[in-house]
């Protein structure tokens, strides 16, 4: 007999108090923050979705493989089981541990990114783009047209627009130095990529002879999108999905934070034997030595394990069905969101929410303090204040004025998404209070961070 309700599996064995706060002490909160949700004190957070980036849970089997963590220098055992772990999902070669993804981007550019270069994805993340950025290179993004419609259901809506591929290599070759896909795509509303799509855009690129990174922060939360929508799949497993996509590539980034379920970490990982070396000289100069890469043996054995839980089933079924649970009633409720939901968050559109509030007065920003101050509820703008700033120093709207609700792995259960509904249906209720903010501090890069605002008009809600 099928029984409908979906229970995490996993039983708790401990936990962590969180405090409740009153809507006084959340108002002085985001003062002293400069209303910046980045710069708020995590025990004055009561639901914490900030990010799904090294908050998740680790499993008994985790803590039990940091206690043999080997700490030598170099050659330690734990490294050699990391690597195993690695090689036997992705099939890549060379396999660099970092301190976490962005230090493998950082690597990745700096071998590989020149001043003039592009560098084209499906949507590139707040630090891969800062980081191509960084080198002088152009982040180019090239979604499909129907990544731009929030309310458009399309089953894989963080595709990679395979004719905008074809255009941009043929007329740009000679300047791009590498192609990423992104998945799931984090910044279209974590949308995943289908295998089709994949294996389309490596052909297109290794026709023109570049090679194809896959960004992989994501890689069991796709596959488990793939299994369930996509053509000949349904009886494939994550891992046979997942060793299919990594297949077409000839490298990737990861930040083990996310489907590493770890604390800490991440990997470049890459076939080709010169671009290696060259990565690992860098890496040497500011991680440390390639058999650790910044990271202590207990961070790679917790990895090692955890990469491997990230692609069980009955997880991906219970953290995909947590959010899509939410979007449903949300959704019944009238609160505007990205949809499909994506695997590891839902994001509301904000723009369509607070459709009184100004591009220019961050409506996204705007909605994410309402939400902390209305239920003391952390979340993440993805639009204009994050992507708005262009490298020239101008500014413009972004794709989308997004909030994105990230849920840390195997963290909250049923009831907190509960209360999430109904401050989130709450909020919605009074929309036409909220009003637009300002940016009093802005730091040159990635400056959503550490900016600090302060609310149009004097008041947050009116």
Aim: charged fraction near 20%.
């Amino acid at each position: 007999m099928q029984f409908k309700t979906i229970i995490e599996p996993f039983r708790i064995k401990v936990v962590e108090p969180i405090r409740r706060t009153t809507p006084q002490q959340r108002q002085a909160a985001l003062e002293e923050a400069g209303y910046n949700v980045f710069l708020l004190r995590a025990e004055d957070v009561l639901i914490d979705l900030l990010t799904d980036s090294g908050t998740g849970a680790m499993s008994s089997n985790q803590w039990s493989g940091m206690m043999r963590g080997d700490e030598s220098y170099a050659g330690a055992r734990s490294f050699y089981r990391f690597e195993a772990a690695v090689q036997e999902i992705t099939g890549f070669k060379h396999v660099i541990p970092t301190h976490q993804g962005r230090a493998a981007e950082r690597i990745l550019f700096g071998s590989t990114v020149k001043p003039g270069d592009i560098v084209p994805n499906n949507t590139h993340f707040d630090t891969t783009g800062a980081n191509v950025e960084y080198r002088g290179g152009t982040a180019l993004n090239i979604p499909i047209e129907e990544a731009h419609h929030p309310s458009l259901i399309h089953p894989f809506k963080g595709n990679m627009d395979l004719d905008a591929l074809e255009r941009t290599l043929a007329e740009h070759g000679d300047r791009i130095p590498l192609v990423m896909i992104t998945v799931t795509n984090n910044s279209g509303g974590g949308q995943p990529v289908s295998m089709a799509n994949i294996r389309a855009a490596s052909e297109i690129c290794h026709r023109h002879g570049v090679p194809f990174i896959i960004d992989a922060c994501r890689f069991a939360e796709n596959a488990w999108f793939i299994k369930m929508r996509e053509e000949g799949y349904a009886d494939s497993t994550p891992m046979a999905i997942a060793q299919e996509m990594f297949g077409y590539a000839d490298g990737c980034t990861m930040s083990a934070k996310k489907d590493g379920i770890a604390n800490i970490g991440g990997f470049l990982a890459l076939n080709d034997d010169a671009l290696a070396q060259t990565c690992k000289n860098m890496l040497i100069l500011t991680e440390g030595f390639p058999t650790y890469g910044g990271l202590a043996g207990y961070d790679l054995e917790a990895i090692a394990v955890g990469l491997h839980e990230a692609l069980d089933e009955d997880y991906l079924h219970y953290r995909i069905r947590s959010v899509e649970y939410l979007g449903e009633k949300l959704t019944a409720a009238g609160v505007p969101l990205l949809l499909p939901t994506g695997g590891h968050a839902i994001y509301i559109d904000a723009r369509s929410m607070l459709d009184h509030i100004p591009w220019q007065e961050y409506p996204g920003w705007s909605l994410s303090l309402a939400l902390y101050l209305a239920g003391g509820v952390r979340s993440a703008e993805i639009g204009t204040v994050m992507f708005g700033r262009k490298p020239d120093g101008t500014e413009a709207p972004a794709d989308m004025d997004l909030v994105r609700l990230a849920f840390p792995r195997r963290v909250y259960t049923q009831s907190h998404i509960d209360y999430l509904i109904e401050v989130i249906t709450y909020v919605h209720s009074i929309r036409e209070r909220i009003s637009g903010v300002k940016m009093v501090e802005e730091p040159p890069v990635l400056r959503h961070f550490t900016a600090r605002f302060a609310p149009v008009g004097g008041a947050l809600m009116g």
